[in-house]
Structure formats: C-alpha cells, structure tokens
C-alpha cells in the first residue's frame, strides 16, 4: 500500500499544482459496504439506511481522524471485476477512489482547505484529477457528465 501511495501522491503531484513530495501517508482502511456507512453516518445513526449499507459510498476522508487523516475506502475485492486482476487494488476503478481521496488529503496537508467556506469545495478538483488519471489509463470512465457532478458536488 506504501509503494501504491507514494505512485498517487506523485501523479497528483505531476498533474495538479501541489507539492506533494513531504505529504505524509494517511491511513488507509479497506472497509466492507457496511463498515464504510458505519463510518459515513457517524454521529448520525437515525439517518443510516435500514439494510446499513448505503451503495452510493465509495469512500471518505477524514482528516482529523489519525495523525495524518484516515481514508475510509471500499475495499478493493468489493468491486466489480476485482477477480481479474492479479490483485484486486490493480483495478484504475479502485485506485481511482483512491487518488480521489487522496487528493482530498493534499488539499488538507497544504493548508488550502482552511480556506474554504466549506468541505464540499475541493470536490470539483478530486473529481476532474480522478477522470484525468482514468482517461491516461484509457479506462471508461463510470461517472458520466463527471464534470457535472463535480461542480454540484462542491457547491456550499
């Protein structure tokens, strides 16, 4: 998982305006579908759905959680086709999640997030890195209208 952090924080690095030489690696929990909407609803149990597990979460950050962040990700051998690669975190559907929270967790560590007027604000640039490392990989994109999503997905 190190070597698979430092890849990501060196293509975020080389495709964004971060430096992301010194960002220190935040932990890392592959989660099953309903540990990760535990973890999602936090503090906000009465909203969790009935069944305890909410499909539309792949993943969160946190930044406050461990002494560098915590990415909550679904794990790997969760997602569709992880049996065809060697090793499930192989999948660019997989290691995309991944970049996306990472990227979540530069805009922490470079301090740029205490300048927004909420969390929500750094959606649009995790959205459009992640779409840009899936179309490098020449990977079908599973969002459609990604950019879309990302400006209401960053809206305060």
């Known amino acids: 998982m190190e070597l698979l952090l430092d890849a990501l924080l060196e293509w975020i690095g080389d495709h964004s305006s971060y430096d992301t030489q010194n960002v220190p690696h935040p932990i890392v929990l592959q989660l099953s579908p309903e ?11 009465h909203l969790m759905p009935d069944d305890g597990v909410d499909e539309r ?3 969160l950050y946190a ?3 461990g002494p560098h962040g915590t990415i909550y990700l679904l794990s790997a051998h969760q997602y569709d086709e992880s049996e065809f690669f060697d090793q ?3 999948n660019p559907l997989w290691r995309e999640v991944l970049l996306h929270e990472l ?3 530069v805009q922490w560590q470079s301090g740029d997030a205490e300048q927004w007027q909420c969390a929500a ?3 649009f640039e995790a959205y459009m890195l992640g779409g840009r490392y899936l179309r490098q990989l020449a990977v079908a994109d599973p969002m459609p209208n990604r950019n879309f999503w990302g400006m209401i997905y960053s809206r305060c």
Not at 35 to 45: D, Q, S
């Open 35 to 45: 540990e990760l909407t535990r973890e999602f609803y936090t503090g906000v149990a």
């Open 57 to 59: 979460i792949n993943a």
């Open 63 to 65: 930044a406050t959680d």
């Open 88 to 90: 499930p975190m192989d």
């Open 103 to 105: 990227v979540h967790h």
């Open 121 to 123: 604000q750094g959606e």
